[in-house]
């Protein structure tokens, strides 16, 4: 994994996109894996900015997002699907339908599922992935005791990704949809590139997890470390339990 310990989440954001500038030069038609929370906003303000200067296009590209709330209405603020247009696709040229996410209202959501992934495959794969972390470790929505293998599946929340994700729904724990659909982490290791942020203290035991534990359903994003171009940002607060921080940083400033 290449691990950047770096000193503010504008920064985090600014390196992201650089990852994303350059692949979007390089094959104007890739494929973006998006995803929703706080950790990458400033990741898509960036990408704002760089689009308005004329400097980065999606105007051949595409996008899929990871995951989504099951029976959230669909003029919620909050679904996933709505977020991501507020805070990226309404501000950049991804050609109109481009932009796909599972479907937590489809009649029959495991066959929503599999033809989510189906559409992923037909894509062609998604080229880059953005993710961030849940404090128990999750990335998507898939929560511990999940399959490291599996696919594009309905899972039930916990209550530690209910009560965080409460700061959206009026603080109110008992308005977080209990159900969602996301991309399975086999879905998402077979992203050509994974790149995942986080910030501040409250990521700090998962990304330590997620950087030095064992591999195991226990701390999902473990599984990144099986993905053969992994790229984890963090600031100092979300790397302040790595034992080997320094190690990173030098790695970091000798490989660029
Ligand atoms: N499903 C999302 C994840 O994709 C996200 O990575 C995580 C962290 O959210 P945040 O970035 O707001 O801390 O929580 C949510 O539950």
Same mark, same amino acid.
């Given at each position: 994994?290449?691990? !950047?310990?770096?000193?503010?989440? +504008?920064?985090?954001?600014?390196?992201?996109?650089? *990852?994303?500038?350059?692949?979007?030069?390089?094959?104007?038609?890739?494929?973006?894996?998006?995803? %929703?929370?706080?950790?990458?906003?400033?990741?898509?303000?960036?990408?704002?900015?760089?689009?308005?200067?004329?400097?980065?296009?999606?105007?051949?590209? /595409? !996008?899929?997002? *990871?995951?989504?709330?099951?029976?959230?209405?669909?003029?919620?603020?909050?679904?996933?699907?709505?977020?991501?247009?507020?805070?990226? !696709?309404?501000?950049?040229?991804?050609?109109?339908?481009?932009? $796909?996410?599972?479907?937590? $209202?489809?009649? =029959?959501?495991? +066959?929503?599922?599999?033809?989510?992934?189906?559409?992923?495959?037909?894509?062609?794969?998604?080229?880059?992935?953005?993710?961030?972390?849940?404090?128990?470790?999750?990335?998507?929505?898939?929560?511990?005791? &999940?399959?490291?293998?599996?696919?594009?599946?309905?899972?039930?929340?916990?209550?530690? %990704?209910?009560?965080?994700?409460?700061?959206?729904?009026?603080?109110?724990?008992?308005?977080?949809?209990?159900?969602?659909?996301?991309?399975? *982490?086999? %879905?998402? #290791?077979?992203?050509?590139?994974?790149? *995942?942020? !986080?910030?501040?203290?409250? /990521?700090?035991?998962?990304?330590?997890?997620?950087?030095?534990?064992?591999?195991?359903?226990?701390?999902?994003? %473990?599984? #990144?470390? #099986?993905?053969?171009?992994?790229?984890?940002?963090? =600031?100092?607060?979300?790397?302040? &339990?790595?034992?080997?921080?320094?190690?990173?940083?030098?790695?970091?400033? /000798?490989?660029?």
């Amino acid at each position: 994994m290449r691990i !950047a310990i770096l000193p503010d989440d +504008a920064t985090i954001g600014k390196v992201a996109a650089d *990852l994303i500038e350059e692949l979007y030069r390089e094959k104007p038609n890739a494929v973006l894996g998006l995803a %929703t929370g706080s950790s990458p906003l400033s990741i898509y303000r960036e990408l704002i900015e760089r689009h308005q200067a004329g400097k980065l296009s999606f105007k051949e590209g /595409k !996008a899929f997002m *990871l995951d989504e709330y099951v029976g959230i209405a669909a003029d919620h603020p909050e679904r996933y699907r709505n977020v991501i247009h507020t805070e990226i !696709a309404s501000h950049v040229d991804f050609p109109e339908g481009c932009v $796909n996410g599972p479907d937590g $209202n489809a009649e =029959d959501l495991h +066959a929503a599922c599999a033809a989510y992934d189906q559409s992923i495959k037909d894509a062609g794969g998604v080229d880059l992935q953005i993710l961030g972390i849940g404090s128990d470790g999750h990335i998507a929505f898939n929560e511990p005791g &999940e399959s490291l293998t599996c696919r594009t599946h309905v899972g039930v929340l916990t209550e530690q %990704t209910r009560r965080d994700n409460a700061r959206f729904f009026d603080g109110d724990i008992d308005q977080v949809p209990t159900h969602c659909v996301t991309q399975g *982490l086999g %879905t998402i #290791m077979d992203a050509r590139r994974l790149v *995942l942020v !986080a910030q501040g203290k409250g /990521k700090a035991r998962a990304i330590k997890e997620l950087v030095e534990g064992a591999v195991s359903a226990k701390w999902p994003a %473990t599984i #990144m470390q #099986m993905h053969q171009d992994a790229w984890v940002l963090v =600031d100092e607060e979300a790397a302040s &339990e790595l034992e080997l921080s320094d190690y990173y940083r030098e790695v970091w400033e /000798k490989s660029r």
